[in-house]
Structure formats: structure tokens, C-alpha cells
């Protein structure tokens, strides 16, 4: 089951966007704080609002990009931060993506892509990651739902699947989540092999 754009359209008219904090989660902030070279490329995919690039952006990072494949969700951001490179939003179908970054940040988006396409996100990952390159983020520990996003996962599938694909510098839970996903994530730091 693939979600399309009409499918992630409507749920921004719709206004199911349950994902959407309302402010940089708490993992990226402290991890943005250990970041000292402004220049590197950093995208993030699936950036609905995208309030870690806000953040980022605001910090002085400007080489941050963004991927979404509703162009609802770009607008909005758009609007919020006008300041922000405009030929840095990208519309599109991140497995159409062709570019090479130093560091990826992994915020709601494995868990809106159905379980069957999460071969396809590591080998696209690898191929958008520069030598060295990064991924790093948060994936839901809890179950979630099986017939919709957001589609949960767990500690023990994710340390039997991403080794096929990435050296884990970390993997484990994640002690500063937001209040509401508490216990619930785990914090990811992966390298390109």
C-alpha cells in the first residue's frame, strides 16, 4: 500500500496531521547542538512543517533541505519561513530523489511509509548519503497500526534489519523524547557503509 500525494493531501486539508508538534522535537534540537560545520548538506524527507530545518535554518545552517511530496505541506512552511531558500523545498517523491548529503534527519517519515517499503527507504538512504554521511533521528518503539501510518516498529525488528544496510553508531532508546512519545522512541545514528 503506497501513500500518494491525493493521499497525504487530504490529510493536510483534513487536518490529520497528528505528527505535527508545533515546534522542533527535543532528540534534534540537543543533537543540532553538537553540530559545528554550517555548511553541511542536510536533508529532511517527509518535512511536512519542518520545524527542526526552521530551527536548523535559524541556527545558521544553510545547506538544510527538505522533501515532501505534498505540496500543502511546503506552502505552510513557505509561509512560516519566508527567509528560507526557496530552491531548498523540494516537491517530489523521495525515492525520485537524486542528490548526495552529508546528513539525513529521520522525523515521522519510516513510519509514514507502509513496512513493505522499508527496503527501498534504506537502499534510497544509502544512495542520497555521501561518504561518511549520516542518518539520524527517532523511529517509534510501539506497534502503532498496521493498516495505516503512522506504522509502528521495535528496538529488536530495527537491530535485525538496519545492519543489513548501515554501521549503527547508535541505536537505542531514546531518553529525550517529547512528553507524548515517551518510552515510545528510539533514538538512531546510522552510517553509510
Known amino acids: 500500500m503506497k501513500h500518494d500525494q491525493d493521499y497525504w493531501d487530504r490529510r493536510w486539508l483534513d487536518q490529520q496531521t497528528g505528527w505535527d508538534i ?7 534540537v540537543e ?15 517527509g518535512c511536512g512543517n519542518a520545524y527542526e530545518a526552521q530551527h536548523l ?22 509561509k512560516r519561513v519566508p527567509s528560507f531558500p ?4 523540494i516537491e517530489g517523491d523521495f525515492f ?36 561518511g554521511g549520516k542518518l539520524v533521528g527517532v523511529l517509534f518503539n ?7 501510518p503512522p506504522y509502528g516498529g521495535s528496538l529488536e ?3 535485525e534489519f538496519f545492519p543489513k544496510y548501515f554501521k549503527l553508531n547508535v541505536l537505542e532508546e531514546c531518553k529525550n523524547s517529547i512528553a507524548p512519545r515517551a518510552g ?8 553509510a557503509k
Request: hydrophobic share 40%; aromatic share 14%.
Open 57 to 78: 535554518h535559524e541556527e545558521g545552517f544553510n545547506n538544510v533541505w527538505v522533501i515532501d511530496i505534498s505540496p500543502l505541506a511546503l506552502e505552510s512552511f513557505k
Open 142 to 148: 510501539d506497534p502503532l497500526f498496521t493498516d495505516h
Open 22 to 28: 508545533g515546534y522542533p522535537a527535543t532528540p534534534f
Open 86 to 89: 526557496e530552491s531548498h523545498l
Open 184 to 191: 515510545r522512541e528510539v533514538f538512531i545514528n546510522f552510517e
Open 96 to 131: 525520485a530523489l537524486k542528490e548526495q548529503f552529508d546528513l539525513i534527519l529521520e522525523q515521522t517519515f519510516f513510519c509514514a511509509l507502509h513496512p513493505s517499503q522499508r527496503e527501498a527507504y534504506c537502499e534510497h538512504m544509502l544512495s542520497l548519503l555521501s561518504e
Open 31 to 45: 543533537y543540532a547542538k553538537q553540530l559545528h560545520e554550517k555548511n553541511i548538506k542536510i536533508l529532511i524527507p
Open 157 to 159: 525488528e530495527y537491530k
